[in-house]
């Protein structure tokens, strides 16, 4: 409820996220997060990587489903209704002909990266299942990440100085 209302008090506050990715072989990645073990990143054997750890997108779909269900407790607390199960499935249509623009076929960024996403939630709880779904659609709603995947947001990549 304290977070909530500070957010009332200053609806133009935002917080930041910093992350630190370092190449350690190959297509093998470490993104470092404050003072958690890294997270490692790899491309499928079928894409040259190893195959030693997940690739990026699923990687993405993590964080997607992490800020759901993040959100989906916030909201079922706030509602006062005790969750008993919640796992959400995520899945993705993703393409890369471009071969990460190393000489693969000619395309635009609208036709890259996920062209679909569906997520499906098991949610139980001490409430309606028309309370449930309510329940999930604010937190799809609110979700920041849910939100940076389905909106353009301004994205600069440059070289460091």
């Not at 990026?56 to 079922?76: D, H, K, M, R, Y």
């Not at 623009?101 to 062209?115: D, I, N, R, T």
């Not at 937190?139 to 849910?146: D, E, G, I, K, T």
Request: hydrophobic letters at 40%.
């Amino acid at each position: 409820m304290t977070f909530a209302e500070k957010g009332r008090n200053n609806p133009g506050s935002r917080g930041k996220n910093n992350v630190r990715t370092v190449l350690q072989g190959k297509y093998r990645s470490l993104s470092y997060v404050g003072k958690h073990e890294p997270v490692v990143v790899d491309e499928p054997l079928h894409l040259f990587g190893d195959d030693t750890a997940p690739a990026p997108g699923e990687v993405a779909l993590s964080g997607l489903g992490g800020c759901l269900a993040v959100g989906i407790t916030a909201v079922a607390t706030w509602k006062q209704v005790k969750l008993t199960k919640l796992e959400l499935s995520l899945e993705a249509d993703i393409g890369n002909p471009a071969a990460w623009g190393a000489g693969g076929a000619e395309m635009q960024p609208a036709q890259m990266g996920f062209q679909d996403i569906r997520v499906k939630v098991l949610i139980e709880g001490d409430a309606s299942r028309d309370v449930l779904d309510d329940i999930v659609r604010q937190a799809n709603f609110y979700s920041p990440v849910a939100n940076s995947v389905r909106n353009p947001i301004p994205m600069t990549v440059t070289l460091a100085d």
